[in-house]
């Protein structure tokens, strides 16, 4: 079986890899790949939290992924269950007002193939193949990432690309941990208004647990990042998919069993920026705060350009909009070809 090789190429003399914690509503493994591969970066865990699925289904998904690919080194902490305040009937009785959210996440309506499930966290099906011996730390991923962060203070890069309900829960028990962060990375922050057909465009990262955004965005960190409006501008080609076929690889065919055309890249576009900063062709600077105030605009980000004054709780967040987009692509199928 083929493995993604722990990256042996040397950084530059000097220079520390980039330490990253890939916090995620993990459904399947690929975005993580453009750092598994990068010689600059390592990987010290993996965090779950319950968002597109609910948080134990991503952490077994997430720890047979790992043997698949042959990177059972990296540990996976599972994470927080629930979001801090919101629940499914708190967001459907907000959506008369507010509009509908066409994507709810492991909250979407049950169906008959049993992949959603919103009234019971334990009832999905298990990945095939289940995780043979790997298991998750014997800790919450909100102590784990206190525990790597406190380890290597000023170090750590924490991407954050599901709901941030994790990390508020770090925060909360570990008010330093954001100043002994190195930066955050979010794939979050929608700016857009209401579409024409009243259809709410809230985040789903922001909408699912806008109090846990909140928390995570008023903290004082070193470096924010949001790549949110971004990564869903980068979608999925025939010609892509095509470039991956040809690689001919375990990891080409896994990837391709999970691509579509028209699907957005998302949290692949936030980890190739991570592992390699120069993609980054336009970015601003603008002050962002998630509103948690029941009413219209419960859950969406809220953002002051320079010259205006942000209310105190708001932080100043780089947000990426625009990316060198074939370099991108030409990295991401040379992440599901290692060794070549």
Known sequence: MQAVPSPSVAVAKGTAPELVIFDNDFCEITPVLPLLSAPNVRVIGLTTVTGDCWSEEATLATLSDLEVIGRTEIPVASGAMYPLVNTPDRMAAAEPMRG????????????????????DPHAYGLPAPLP????????????????MVREHPHQVTIYAAGPM????LAIRLDPEIPKLAKALVFDGGHIRAFDAEGESDADFNFAFDPEAAHVVLSAPW???TSVGDLADAIVVTPDLLARIDAQKTVLSAYALRRLTPGMPLWDAVGAAIIADPSLVAAARDLAMDVDIAEGLFYGRARVWSAGRTPPRTARWVRVIEGIDRERLERQYVASLAPGR
Do not use: C
């Open 100 to 119: 509908a959210l066409a994507w709810k996440g492991a909250w979407n309506a049950a169906d008959e193939s049993g992949r959603y499930h919103p009234d």
């Open 132 to 147: 043979r011996q790997t298991k998750a730390v014997a800790q919450s991923a909100a102590a784990f990432l206190v525990r």
């Open 165 to 168: 309900t994790n990390i508020a």
């Open 222 to 224: 070193s470096g924010i």
